[in-house]
């Protein structure tokens, strides 16, 4: 199966989407996933379908397959709304139609002849028909009728009375040229206000998106192996390429310094925004910027591969997830418009047999039409989670789909690793004690020992103790109690927590335990500081009522007076990787719970948990197994990506009961006459609004 992403213009409701969604399941395309806010379509397909021929399909519902030089075209030459446009052709007509209600005060009895209202409306009409009415049409056709075929008949009911008032000379009385008008006009305005609204929500991530590309200085040498520099777009560049990257500029690609020390400024990816030092041998984060300093730098990953563009693909990934809140709106959405068509059809029979007056009845089923929103309950859960994802991707926590997002409203406990997550993982030696042989000689063996661990409290001693490396016969990493090594002698040596050393030694106090065939040679103590946010992050999660535990595989007094000073609920110390699964189950089983851990050893408990949360490194994003990763280590992200989660699940609701009780309200409202069906139609345009700025209001909202 290939995935394919796609760009696919005209989509302006979720009846739109829906009817692209339906479309691509038809021709046999799995896990469809498509977002009206952005346009952006992605399917899964056998190498033996034809893009050409679904292309030709989208199209034929009205839409556009955009090719990706199109895409950049545009993003390089920004044009003027199209609904904007169609706003300020229909305006100059409409207002003219519109002068004759101040007739009772300007001599404007010239406007009350109806072939010249009729002229006036035509241009409004043809343009309004050539976008409306070719997307209601279409959408006809794809059995996925969208919000333009409520506007296309209302404004075809008002023009064609008003036609056939003029035709059969009935009277004023029968010219409603300025309601088709004023139709067509306000809905292009309420289109524009909301695609500029619901567009604003994409706000961050267009901020991430305009950081890929860049001009880089590429370093290469000529036939005299002098250096040259010369100007080349980051698209192009591959791994191994050597750039020269200057105070202030914006580093092109994912790269390696090889040459210079500077101060980097990585909030565009982290979410810190205090410049980190760099200096040789170090990884700098394509898209963040050289505050201070020059380097030269070597290429480590494609442009596609970047890590930006990673966190771009992951949030667009997301950004098309359903989560649960949103199914029952867009069951509603795809019977809507045919509800609505049914209710405009009684409220004419209604009105016409209680009034008994033609017009009247007309005016108010026009209303009907006019006043429905579905694009409302459609785009009540994408506003709020694009904002939602966008902002967690700016402050430095991605989330792997829009469920995890959600999942954050039920969490009641959360569980910690200790290393690595509540401490820094930078151990250094503190201790050691040699039973047997010489210091040089244990510092050796536990040298060459630790050197093959993956553990943290082994980097100090492969790093500190750094000496001839003795060569194993054998040498193994057994998860959850150390390093076994077998000599060419035939000796086997171990270096491993307590557990290996329980019958040798009464005290478990220590980190690191070596022995050589079952005799203790002796003991490493390292030593590891807790985060200095760690305090802080504990204690928030308790003044929310949220039960905290310490998983870890260190010995319980060590793993004791860590919670006895951090203020956690519950310790459970000395757990083997399997331990951890198994507790974690257990919790979870019990209460949502949420797992804070490196992402390494702790992957399958991650996993296990409601909410797997991983700390990486940015150049290290590990997504196999962790819902939510927490960039550049960042626990002190860790509130605001609960605070998040449970914000933009209310504001998903709140977006929700507004559509909801929007079209509940409107539409009896406008069947009963209180509203006509130009003010109507300007309620319509403006209730995505107010979904759109609510949702907006995430972006500055406290959450934490």
Not at 113 to 119: E, H, T, V, Y
Not at 152 to 177: I, K, M, R, W
Not at 404 to 417: H, P, R, W, Y
Not at 617 to 632: R, Y
């Amino acid at each position: 199966m290939e995935t394919v992403n796609w760009k696919v213009e005209g989509m302006t409701c979720s009846n739109c989407a829906l009817s692209v969604s339906t479309y691509l399941q038809k021709q046999g395309l799995k896990n469809v996933k498509v977002n009206p806010i952005d346009g952006d379509v992605s399917f899964e397909r056998e190498e033996s379908a034809d893009n050409d021929q679904l292309a030709k399909g989208i199209e034929g519902l009205g839409f556009k397959v955009a090719s990706p030089q199109a895409a950049a075209s545009q993003d390089k030459a920004p044009q003027m709304n199209k609904f904007l446009r169609y706003f300020l052709i229909c305006l100059p007509f409409t207002l003219v139609l519109l002068l004759h209600m101040f007739e009772r005060w300007l001599p404007l009895h010239w406007l009350m002849n109806p072939w010249l209202q009729l002229l006036l409306c035509i241009p409004v009409y043809i343009t309004g028909m050539q976008f409306f009415g070719r997307s209601a049409v279409r959408s006809l056709r794809s059995g996925v009728p969208n919000m333009n075929v409520l506007v296309s008949l209302g404004a075809t009911a008002a023009f064609v009375y008003s036609l056939l008032g003029t035709l059969l000379h009935l009277g004023g009385e029968y010219l409603f040229y300025e309601t088709a008008a004023t139709i067509i006009t306000l809905v292009f305005l309420g289109n524009y206000l909301e695609d500029a609204s619901v567009q604003s929500t994409q706000k961050a991530l267009n901020s991430l998106v305009k950081s890929q590309k860049i001009m880089a200085n590429m370093i290469a040498f000529d036939d005299q192996h002098q250096e040259i520099v010369f100007p080349v777009e980051n698209t192009q560049l591959k791994p191994g390429d050597l750039l020269l990257v200057k105070s202030g500029e914006q580093v092109p690609a994912d790269c390696k310094i090889l040459w210079g020390d500077a101060f980097v400024n990585e909030a565009i990816v982290t979410g810190e925004s205090r410049p980190v030092e760099k200096h040789r041998k170090d990884l700098l984060i394509g898209g963040s910027i050289l505050a201070d300093g020059t380097v030269k730098v070597q290429v480590t990953a494609a442009y596609n591969d970047s890590v930006l563009s990673t966190i771009i693909n992951l949030v667009k990934k997301a950004q098309t997830d359903k989560p649960p809140a949103q199914l029952l709106a867009d069951k509603i959405s795809a019977i809507f418009v045919p509800l609505v068509l049914g209710i405009a059809a009684v409220t004419f029979i209604g009105n016409y047999l209680f009034l008994h007056q033609f017009t009247p009845a007309l005016m108010r089923s026009i209303a009907v039409l006019v006043i429905a929103c579905p694009c409302a309950m459609g785009l009540a859960t994408p506003a709020a989670i694009a904002v939602g994802l966008g902002r967690a991707a700016r402050t430095g926590i991605l989330f792997r789909d829009a469920k995890s997002l959600e999942a954050f409203k039920n969490i009641t406990q959360v569980v910690f690793d200790k290393t690595g997550t509540l401490t820094t993982g930078a151990f250094r030696i503190a201790a050691c004690q040699v039973f047997q042989g010489t210091e040089e000689a244990f510092k050796q063996i536990a040298y060459s020992l630790e050197k093959y661990s993956n553990h943290p409290v082994a980097a100090p001693i492969s790093k500190e103790w750094k000496t001839k490396e003795i060569r194993w016969e054998k040498i193994e990493e057994i998860k959850g109690l150390g390093m076994k090594a077998t000599s060419k002698e035939g000796d086997v040596y171990e270096a491993g927590s307590y557990k290996i050393a329980t019958h040798l030694s009464p005290d478990a106090a220590h980190n690191i335990y070596i022995t050589k065939n079952g005799e203790l040679l002796g003991w490493i103590d390292v030593q590891d500081s807790v985060r200095p946010e760690a305090a802080q992050v504990v204690k928030y999660f308790k003044d929310k009522g949220i039960r905290t535990v310490l998983l870890s595989g260190d010995t319980r007094q060590t793993c004791t007076q860590l919670a006895s000073q951090l203020g956690i609920d519950e310790v459970e110390a000395e757990q083997t990787p399997q331990q951890k699964l198994e507790k974690v189950a257990q919790l979870t089983a019990l209460a949502p719970t949420a797992m804070i851990g490196d992402g390494i050893n702790d992957a399958p408990a991650l996993a296990k948990a409601t909410i797997g949360i991983s700390l990486s490194e940015a150049s290290q994003i590990t997504l196999q197994t962790a819902d939510v990763v927490l960039m550049n280590h960042g626990l002190k992200n860790l509130p605001a990506a609960l605070g998040l989660g449970r914000h933009t699940f209310l504001t998903i609701k709140q977006n929700l009961f507004w559509s909801f009780a929007y079209n509940i309200v409107a539409l009896p409202v406008a069947a009963f006459g209180v509203l006509s069906p130009s003010f109507a139609a300007l309620v319509m345009g403006l209730s995505d609004v107010v979904l759109g700025i609510n949702s907006v209001r995430l972006f500055v909202k406290r959450v934490v």
